[in-house]
T-cell receptor
Framework: SAVISQKPSRDICQRGTSLTIQCQVD?????MFWYRQQPGQSLTLIAT?????????ESGFVIDKFPISRPNLTFSTLTVSNMSPEDSSIYLC????????????FGPGTRLTVL | QKEVEQNSGPLSVPEGAIASLNCTYS??????FFWYRQYSGKSPELIMS????GDKEDGRFTAQLNKASQYVSLLIRDSQPSDSATYLC????????????FGAGTRLTVKP
């Protein structure tokens, strides 16, 4: 199984600022995913980060608000831009099990609070 | 867009009882289904996967899939307080992608 780390683990930010979340995987993976989990809610896919191409965003999420970088096969960043209190969530990155593509491995998450 | 729906609960059972968690899905083509467990403040972890109609047992956990009814369930036998968590049903989002679509989750509390 992949081991995934995220930085920061949590942050408290002011409205209107931006935060970049880092995701590091211990092995090379083709796809990385970014999810959001709002308080008391399930996980919602924000985008798929593919190395060498632009990220693919899900309905309701746009690149200007959530720019993503994927400079290599083990690393990705998600930026939450121009934050508002509604962006307060846990942000998780995940990677598929590339031997079966059946399981998703999740990072520990970044708990973001926007004041 | 595939939809995965769960009765969000919460569900409370006494220790030693059977906990039954249910999930329905909108896409008749879906071939695989997953149950994730998420403890409070932690990220989800896979506990069961099922691909064929019928039952799949793993220790105290049994997953049941009925593709005709588009229904998947998770039974936890001899429930323990350590089973208290949110259980998320999931299905692959797209055959050309490898993301997961999650249900709303069912919060289970097992009372000693």
């Amino acid at each position: 199984s992949a081991v995934i780390s995220q930085k920061p683990s949590r942050d408290i930010c002011q409205r209107g600022t931006s935060l970049t979340i880092q995701c590091q995987v211990d092995s090379q993976v083709t796809m990385m995913f970014w999810y959001r989990q709002q308080p008391g809610q399930s996980l919602t896919l924000i985008a798929t980060a593919n190395q060498g191409s632009e990220a693919t965003y899900e309905s309701g999420f746009v690149i200007d608000k959530f720019p993503i970088s994927r400079p290599n096969l083990t690393f990705s960043t998600l930026t939450v831009s121009n934050m508002s209190p509604e962006d307060s969530s846990i942000y998780l990155c995940s990677v598929p099990d590339e031997s079966t593509y059946n399981e998703q491995f999740f990072g520990p998450g970044t708990r973001l609070t926007v004041l | 867009q595939k939809e995965v729906e769960q009765n969000s609960g919460p569900l409370s059972v006494p220790e030693g009882a059977i906990a039954s968690l249910n999930c329905t899905y909108s896409d008749r083509v879906s071939q695989s289904f997953f149950w994730y467990r998420q403890y409070s403040g932690k990220s989800p972890e896979l506990i069961m996967s099922i691909y064929s109609n019928g039952d799949k047992e793993d220790g105290r956990f049994t997953a049941q899939l009925n593709k005709a009814s588009q229904y998947v369930s998770l039974l936890i036998r001899d429930s323990q307080p350590s089973d208290s968590a949110t259980y998320l049903c999931a299905a692959p989002g797209d055959y050309n992608n490898n993301d997961m679509r999650f249900g709303a989750g069912t919060r289970l509390t097992v009372k000693p």
